[in-house]
């Protein structure tokens, strides 16, 4: 909190977040009884199917930005981590390709996700993707 320490201020504040936030036992066997469920019905949805994702609700924020994203009092979180978690939390392989670039000219992507064992679909998409909006283009923005 005084800033007189070798840890980073913001590795600190992700670790005094993260604890303030930590589920109960009652709440955590909840979240465990959604996943058994939720699994299931994600691989029945995917059958045949993909899901096209935002990578983040806006082009690359400065290093550090992210972390008082995630960890704010105000919990925006629960609006924006969706985009970047769905697939670790469900296990999906997942694509990202880019798509364009932002007012800075910094690059946009998308995911494509799909059901394991479909990921020829996912690549396939995302050469069609690419193709379409000129593939990568490396920034030339340090922040």
Same mark, same amino acid.
Do not use: C
């Given at each position: 909190?005084?800033?007189?320490?070798?840890?980073?201020?913001?590795?600190?504040?992700?670790?005094?977040?993260?604890?303030?936030?930590?589920?109960?036992?009652?709440?955590?066997?909840?979240?465990?009884?959604?996943?058994?469920?939720?699994?299931?019905?994600?691989?029945?949805?995917?059958?045949?199917?993909?899901?096209?994702?935002?990578?983040?609700?806006?082009?690359?924020?400065?290093?550090?930005? @992210?972390? %008082?994203? &995630?960890?704010?009092?105000?919990?925006? *979180?629960? $609006?924006?981590?969706?985009?970047?978690?769905?697939?670790?939390?469900?296990?999906?392989?997942?694509?990202?390709?880019?798509?364009?670039?932002?007012?800075?000219?910094?690059?946009?992507?998308?995911?494509?996700?799909?059901?394991?064992?479909?990921?020829?679909?996912?690549?396939? @998409?995302? %050469?069609? &993707?690419?193709?379409?909006?000129?593939? *990568?283009? $490396?920034?030339?923005?340090?922040?």
């Amino acid at each position: 909190m005084t800033n007189k320490t070798n840890t980073s201020s913001d590795l600190s504040w992700a670790l005094i977040g993260a604890n303030m936030f930590k589920p109960s036992h009652k709440r955590l066997k909840e979240v465990e009884d959604i996943l058994k469920h939720g699994h299931r019905g994600v691989d029945h949805h995917l059958d045949g199917r993909l899901i096209v994702f935002p990578v983040h609700h806006t082009s690359a924020p400065k290093h550090g930005d @992210l972390y %008082k994203e &995630i960890f704010s009092i105000t919990k925006s *979180y629960l $609006k924006y981590l969706p985009y970047v978690t769905y697939a670790n939390v469900w296990g999906l392989p997942s694509l990202t390709v880019p798509i364009g670039f932002d007012e800075n000219n910094l690059p946009i992507g998308i995911q494509i996700m799909g059901k394991v064992g479909n990921e020829d679909s996912i690549f396939n @998409l995302g %050469k069609i &993707i690419e193709e379409k909006f000129n593939g *990568y283009q $490396k920034s030339t923005l340090i922040d």
